[in-house]
């Protein structure tokens, strides 16, 4: 990494703006942390469909909505596309879908462990959704009615600030243990 202030892409695919406000908080925790203040620390939100150019950045948050226990394929489709770019910098993955408690459905995305292998992510953080049957559509409200889904916005905003400033704490280090030594006084 180096020595200038760190720049991170936060880029998610979210299909009703759930995963999309939580990216949004994603970047103003990780700008405010105070390892995000120290270094400089520059974060800004992409939908993933944007297909922003990862290699225009320090880090990447990339992330999805999960559905059916999957990511969605615009994501996954941008991972495969940019893997390459996405190995030359630290990852995090974020997926956004378990809702209810005890979380429904229990599982970890069955394709978050082959993606963040292709693209060498540091990290994979799941975190509870929100499901509001007014957004649906309705194949969808029809799988949530047989499935008997909770519904409701579980969304933890504590453990997103926290997963946040995790990464900025990392960052940071990795800035500081980049910069030269301070010459002696």
């Known amino acids: 990494m180096s020595t200038h202030p760190p ?18 908080a994603v970047v103003r925790h990780l700008q405010e942390s105070p390892a995000g ?11 993933v469909e944007r297909r922003p150019d990862p290699s225009s950045y320090d880090a990447v948050v990339l992330g999805s909505a999960v559905y059916a226990g999957r990511w969605l394929e615009p994501a996954r489709h941008y991972a495969a596309e940019h893997a390459t770019a996405l190995r030359g910098r630290p990852v995090w993955l974020l997926s956004s879908g378990p809702i209810g408690a005890p979380p429904f459905p229990p599982d970890e995305p069955h394709d ?11 990290g994979h953080r ?4 929100r499901l509001d049957r007014a957004l649906l559509g309705i194949g969808e409200l029809a799988m949530v009615t047989a ?16 997963w946040a400033e995790e990464i900025a704490e990392a960052l940071a280090g990795a800035v500081s243990s980049s910069a030269p030594p301070s010459p002696p006084s």
């Open 126 to 129: 799941v975190l509870p959704g």
């Open 7 to 24: 720049r991170v892409l936060v880029t998610v695919a979210s299909r009703h703006g759930s995963t999309a406000e939580i990216a949004a």
């Open 37 to 47: 203040r120290r270094c400089g620390l520059r974060a800004v939100a992409v939908p």
């Open 147 to 162: 499935l008997r889904a909770p519904v409701g916005d579980f969304r933890d905003w504590a453990a997103t600030q926290a």
């Open 112 to 122: 978050a462990e082959p993606i963040g292998a292709s693209v060498g992510a540091r």
